[in-house]
């Protein structure tokens, strides 16, 4: 789990979007990058040649649920 304190210093390496936090990972707010960072062992991997681009409809479907719990 990551903390909210840190959450809100974190930013996409690729895009320097905010992140949300989703599903044990951390998701770019960019629409253009749609970046997804996995957590290992509660550290997160921002790595961009290890990160994943979603699917814009999955991506939506994300960033929807984290403006609903905003």
């Avoid at 936090?21 to 991997?45: A, C, K, M, Q, W």
Wanted: charged share 30%.
């Amino acid at each position: 789990m990551i903390s909210d304190e840190l959450l809100n210093i974190l930013r996409c390496p690729l895009s320097k979007a905010p992140l949300v936090f989703h599903e044990g990972f951390l998701v770019s707010t960019d629409p253009e990058t749609r970046r997804r960072y996995r957590i290992e062992d509660n550290f997160p991997v921002m790595l961009i040649d290890e990160s994943e681009e979603l699917a814009q409809p999955e991506w939506q479907k994300i960033i929807d649920a984290a403006k609903l719990k905003s």
